[in-house]
T-cell receptor, first 109, second 117 residues
Framework: GENVEQHPSTLSVQEGDSAVIKCTYS??????FPWYKQELGKRPQLIID?????GEKKDQRIAVTLNKTAKHFSLHITETQPEDSAVYFC????????FGKGTTLSVSS | GAVVSQHPSWVICKSGTSVKIECRSL??????MFWYRQFPKQSLMLMAT?????????EQGVEKDKFLINHASLTLSTLTVTSAHPEDSSFYIC?????????????FGPGTRLTVL
C-alpha cells in the first residue's frame, strides 16, 4: 500500500521568511496530492492540491511542486505570517488518502 | 457545495458500551466514504474504506468486529465502536468522495471526539 513520508516534523521561521515542507510517496498509482492545514480539534482544511498531470501549482503565497519520477512533492509558503502557524499534512491518493505524519510550523513575529 | 456532516461532534461513554457515529454527505452522492482516526499530536490514520452497498475494507490492524461500518446509502455511512474501551478514545473523522470524481478529492466531516471513561 501507499506510504507517505513527511519532513521536517517541526519548522520554525521568522515572519516574512519562506517555509518548505517535503513529502515522498511510494505508490506510483497515486494521482492526487493534497496539502492540509489542521488546527487543534478541527477537521483538516485543504489549502492546495495538485494532480498527477501537473508539475506545479500556485495560489497566492502557497505553491506545490510534484516530481512524479522521484515520487516527491513539496509545499512552499512565502512571506509567512504568524497565522500560518499550524500543523500541515501532506497526503497521497490512488484510492484512500494516506497522510504524512505532519509538520508543526511556527512563525514568530 | 461538497459538505460532509458528522454526528455527534463529541461523545462521552462508559467502558463496555457501544457508540455510533454518522457521516453524511449533504449535497452530493458519495459512493465511497473513508474513516480515519487521529490520536493527539498524531496524523490521520486510515481505518477503513466504505463502499455503498458492500462490505467495508479495513486497514491492517483495525478490528472489523470492533469497528462496524455500514454504508447503506449514497449519503450515509456509520461507524459503530463496539464495547468501547479507554484506548478507543480518539478523534474520528470521515471523508467522502463524490460519485464520478476523476481524482480522489475527498471532503472531510468535522470529526467526532470520543472519550471512553
Amino acid at each position: 500500500g501507499e506510504n507517505v513520508e513527511q519532513h521536517p516534523s517541526t519548522l520554525s521561521v521568522q515572519e516574512g521568511d519562506s517555509a518548505v515542507i517535503k513529502c515522498t510517496y511510494s505508490d506510483s498509482a497515486s494521482n492526487y496530492f493534497p496539502w492540509y492545514k489542521q488546527e487543534l480539534g478541527k477537521r483538516p482544511q485543504l489549502i492546495i492540491d495538485i494532480r498527477s498531470n501537473v508539475g506545479e501549482k500556485k495560489d497566492q503565497r502557497i505553491a506545490v511542486t510534484l516530481n512524479k519520477t522521484a515520487k516527491h512533492f513539496s509545499l512552499h509558503i512565502t512571506e509567512t505570517q504568524p497565522e500560518d502557524s499550524a500543523v500541515y499534512f501532506c497526503a497521497a491518493s490512488s484510492t484512500a488518502l494516506i497522510f504524512g505524519k505532519g509538520t508543526t510550523l511556527s512563525v514568530s513575529s | 457545495g461538497a459538505v460532509v456532516s458528522q454526528h455527534p461532534s463529541w461523545v462521552i461513554c462508559k467502558s463496555g458500551t457501544s457508540v455510533k457515529i454518522e457521516c453524511r454527505s449533504l449535497d452530493f452522492q458519495a459512493t465511497t466514504m473513508f474513516w480515519y482516526r487521529q490520536f493527539p499530536k498524531q496524523s490521520l490514520m486510515l481505518m477503513a474504506t466504505s463502499n455503498e452497498g458492500s462490505k467495508a475494507t479495513y486497514e491492517q490492524g483495525v478490528e472489523k468486529d470492533k469497528f462496524l461500518i455500514n454504508h447503506a446509502s449514497l449519503t450515509l455511512s456509520t461507524l459503530t465502536v463496539t464495547s468501547a474501551h479507554p484506548e478507543d478514545s480518539s478523534f474520528y473523522i470521515c471523508s467522502a468522495r463524490s460519485v464520478g470524481s476523476t481524482y480522489n478529492e475527498q471532503f472531510f466531516g468535522p470529526g467526532t471526539r470520543l472519550t471512553v471513561l
